[in-house]
């Protein structure tokens, strides 16, 4: 594990530095279009897989109020039961760094010059994977799985001897 942080220590760095780049200037989004195609990617499939019903999508920049929306998915179906998926997905894409990083590290490594190249291609990943805030707000509808949840954990707390009576005979 220490090697895969290791190794993913440079493009997190990288992203911060983009972060700040980008926050400077509009022409430093261009190392953000990656993440922002994964970010909206993620939600596009959610909300195919769950059936919210993705009607548009987009990667193109554009000014809103203050702020910048890099891209943009527009779901026609969210219900309480696939909010949340559909809008959390994008926290998945924090695997395919710790996938190339562990692809990359499994056996004896050394950093690179294609190193440093996929080190530039994981830093929009870092930076696109945490939901945004109105996604957050869409996954507050599926405040229902709270109950679901609470329910199975209390009924496997409370009847746990009965559920395993069965292993020992």
């Given at each position: 594990?220490?090697?895969?942080?290791?190794?993913?220590?440079?493009s997190?760095?990288?992203?911060?530095?983009?972060?700040?780049l980008a926050?400077?200037?509009p022409?430093?989004?261009?190392?953000?279009?990656?993440?922002?195609?994964?970010?909206?990617l993620?939600?596009?499939?959610?909300?195919?897989l769950?059936g919210?019903?993705?009607?548009?999508?987009?990667?193109?920049?554009?000014?809103?109020?203050r702020?910048?929306?890099?891209?943009?998915?527009t779901?026609?179906?969210?219900r309480?039961?696939?909010?949340?998926?559909?809008?959390?997905?994008?926290?998945?894409i924090v695997?395919?760094?710790?996938?190339?990083?562990?692809?990359?590290t499994?056996?004896a490594w050394q950093?690179?010059?294609?190193d440093?190249?996929?080190?530039?291609a994981?830093?929009?990943?870092?930076?696109?994977?945490?939901p945004?805030?109105v996604?957050w707000?869409i996954?507050?509808?599926?405040?229902?799985?709270?109950?679901?949840?609470g329910g199975?954990?209390w009924?496997v707390?409370?009847?746990?001897?009965h559920l395993?009576?069965?292993v020992?005979p």
């Amino acid at each position: 594990m220490k090697d895969i942080l290791l190794y993913l220590a440079p493009s997190v760095a990288l992203a911060l530095v983009i972060r700040v780049l980008a926050g400077a200037h509009p022409f430093f989004f261009l190392f953000t279009v990656a993440g922002t195609i994964c970010h909206e990617l993620a939600h596009f499939v959610a909300g195919l897989l769950t059936g919210a019903r993705p009607a548009s999508f987009t990667v193109i920049p554009r000014r809103v109020g203050r702020h910048w929306e890099l891209g943009s998915v527009t779901l026609t179906r969210v219900r309480w039961y696939n909010a949340a998926p559909a809008a959390l997905a994008p926290l998945v894409i924090v695997l395919l760094p710790l996938c190339v990083a562990w692809w990359r590290t499994r056996q004896a490594w050394q950093f690179d010059p294609r190193d440093l190249l996929i080190a530039l291609a994981l830093a929009p990943q870092f930076l696109s994977f945490w939901p945004s805030m109105v996604d957050w707000r869409i996954a507050v509808r599926s405040w229902p799985y709270l109950f679901i949840i609470g329910g199975a954990g209390w009924t496997v707390f409370h009847f746990r001897p009965h559920l395993f009576q069965f292993v020992n005979p």
